[in-house]
């Protein structure tokens, strides 16, 4: 079984969690922003990653 870090999303979970579109999330997939992999032919992403990128987003944003 999966730790939960290790839990995977699919990208309208991902949007969720980072308050954007499914399509912008998947868009960010192809272009190698949010870390994921496919499964048949659809983006997965591992949670401890998006966890990850929400909180160097979070930081980026505030240092700005």
Same mark, same amino acid.
Request: net charge positive; glycine share 2%; charged share 40%.
């Given at each position: 079984?999966?730790?939960? &870090?290790?839990? #995977? #999303? ?7 969690? #980072? &308050?954007?579109?499914? &399509? ?9 922003? #949010?870390?994921?992999? $496919? $499964?048949?032919?659809?983006? =997965?992403? =591992? $949670? =401890? ?10 930081? &980026?944003?505030?240092?700005?």
């Amino acid at each position: 079984m999966l730790e939960r &870090d290790e839990e #995977l #999303l699919n990208s309208k979970q991902v949007a969720v969690i #980072l &308050d954007m579109s499914p &399509d912008t999330v998947n868009e960010f997939a192809r272009k190698n922003i #949010l870390p994921a992999f $496919k $499964k048949g032919k659809q983006w =997965r992403f =591992r $949670k =401890r990653d998006i966890s990850v990128f929400f909180k160097k987003q979070s930081r &980026d944003i505030r240092d700005a």
